[in-house]
């Protein structure tokens, strides 16, 4: 059963505010009946969103009668829902529509949306809520179904959609793989996954243990990485993704003319191959771990400029790059096959440190 | 004003289940007036929990009938209250007593002891609760405030321990020195301090950032560490403290014999000097760290092979090493002068990758 959705972006319609819409859009547009800003009302969605689309934005929910979902398209820093959103959001409950969140802020602690809810007989979805409490054990796990996790030199540097696009690549390529989605944008577009950094941090490698456990009967596991190993807030909720799914590749995703870390402008992100390098060795402590290939994002340059950057990078690390929106993710599907036929063909069982 | 403390470790008393009330019998002694276990009721508390008191155990509450605090003295796996204790719990809040509990499992999530508690007006502390929510944000410390972290090759090696010791050791000195707890037990003795491992992830760095700002006026804060970065469970709340706390020094704790990690018995620990220089590497992508002392843990051992692992630790990694319970910490609280005095006159101001 299909969700009809409209997104809600009202007054913050920008590819970077609305990432979270964004990202809806391009892998669920299907469910997609409207995307709502009443200050662009009439304007169509791609130019503002990045995202093809025949829609244009919509001025108020009963422009879209026949929804049945509503979906918050804005990851505002704080997470809170902005005051003047909720009278709509209040007339969506009234109109019968589910209401879905991924906001640090729960629908569901709020009394007035839960009585609304209640009432009209429609659920709150806040896909960032969980209850997740164990931890890691090092279960084992089926030699076949090779996990790929996607790191980086900061945030927001397309981790999900290296992820998402390597999955479809390899999918494209006759095999048996799957997305694993470890955030809120992830869980929203695969249906699935847990929201790693608002799990409390004794269970977070246990949620990555959970989630490749979960999904082993694939042949390849494509994890959404979160933040960076050298990101000051948020390199624990990076090592959990880590430790706890035990990857087998690495895909490496840095964004051009990034330099300094994200929320902390004063501090410089490392050399790519320091972190590269920490990644790996952190990482192979618990299982033979290499990194596979590398996504560039050139979403703030031109084409040239990326494929200059695709060529040096393959020069400097030796392994396939490339920009996964321009280039599509086919290198590095046949990277993750490539590495999936070494690991099968390997006579060592299992890592030196396991017994 | 003093509490008078009941701890009860009924059926459980033991130096590793009991190892909460043991360390609050050891730092908070003068705050505990009785040790509740009727399976021993007369016999010396010091002979079964291994830390010196003139106690003996009671057998009932009326025992002890000046007491108005009752502490749950024991860390079992899970968390949870044991059946048996609730009406030993329910009895205490009759009596007039607060409760004060560590556990996973909070007191104030249990309709009956919050009932009780309200009619009898005492109070349920629960000590790992918390609604922390501030990201790490690379806050500027001052430069005179020395942060040394205790880290390990496991969990359960002593880093408490041997953070309180060095404390006190550098107050023997003369010196302005904090214990800065960031554990159950650690908050209970010190009355300070946030539960890092029940900390949402995405806010695990910024608790330890929040703590060290907090106490900054001190000249040596010694942190408590948690876990261990080899740790498949726990590494990532070890990771929030290296990065949070942005340590200028690391004292390294072990125990001798213990050659697999706790809880994963099938996977061996790595070389200890793999996993120093790996604490020193990640340290150092946000600050300058080095480790600056070993404590040598030799509770299972005799005396004399203790003092032949640490001279052989000194050889090996050429950086004093001591038991602290047998050897006292004034060698490392030596250890954390010499490192204060190199920081204050380095002419160099601030880390490179610092701006």
């Not at 093809?52 to 979902?69: K, M, N, Q, V, Y």
């Not at 209640?118 to 969980?130: A, F, P, W, Y």
Request: charged share 25%; with cysteine.
């Amino acid at each position: 059963m299909s969700r009809q959705m409209i997104l809600l972006t009202e007054g913050h319609s920008d590819p970077h505010t609305a990432k979270t819409a964004c990202s809806v859009l391009r892998y669920r547009g299907e469910e997609v009946v409207a995307v709502l800003d009443s200050t662009r009302r009439g304007a169509p969605v791609s130019a503002s969103l990045g995202v093809e689309s025949p829609l244009t934005f919509i001025g108020s929910l009963e422009e879209a009668p026949r929804a049945d979902t509503l979906l918050i398209g804005i990851a505002p820093p704080g997470g809170k829902i902005p005051v003047s959103w909720r009278p709509l959001i209040l007339e969506a409950i009234s109109r019968k529509m589910n209401i879905v969140s991924g906001l640090h802020d729960f629908l569901k602690d709020d009394c007035e949306f839960v009585e609304a809810a209640r009432q009209h007989q429609v659920e709150l979805v806040d896909v960032r809520s969980n209850t997740f409490r164990e931890i890691a054990r090092m279960v084992p796990l089926r030699r076949e179904s090779i996990r790929i996790l996607t790191v980086g030199h900061d945030c927001s540097v397309g981790k999900m959609v290296t992820a998402i696009e390597t999955t479809r690549a390899l999918e494209r390529l006759g095999e048996s793989a799957s997305f694993i989605a470890t955030g809120q944008t992830g869980i929203m577009v695969s249906g699935d996954g847990l929201p790693v950094d608002c799990i409390v941090s004794d269970f977070v490698s246990g949620a990555a243990e959970h989630l490749v456990a979960k999904h082993q009967h694939r042949d390849y596991l494509l994890i959404e990485g979160q933040g960076s190993l050298v990101h000051p807030s948020y390199s624990p909720v990076t090592l959990g993704l880590l430790h706890g799914s035990r990857p087998h590749g690495l895909i490496f995703c840095y964004e051009i003319g990034r330099e300094t870390v994200t929320g902390v402008p004063h501090m410089k992100i490392p050399p790519l191959e320091q972190i590269m390098r920490l990644n790996e060795e952190i990482a192979g402590v618990l299982h033979p771990c290499r990194t596979i290939g590398i996504a560039v994002n050139g979403r703030r340059v031109d084409v040239e400029r990326t494929w200059r950057e695709c060529r040096e990078a393959e020069d400097r690390f030796g392994i396939p790059a490339c920009d996964v929106f321009r280039h599509g993710a086919a290198k590095l599907a046949r990277a993750a096959q490539a590495l999936r036929s070494d690991v099968l063909s390997d006579p060592i069982p299992a890592h030196p440190r396991e017994d």
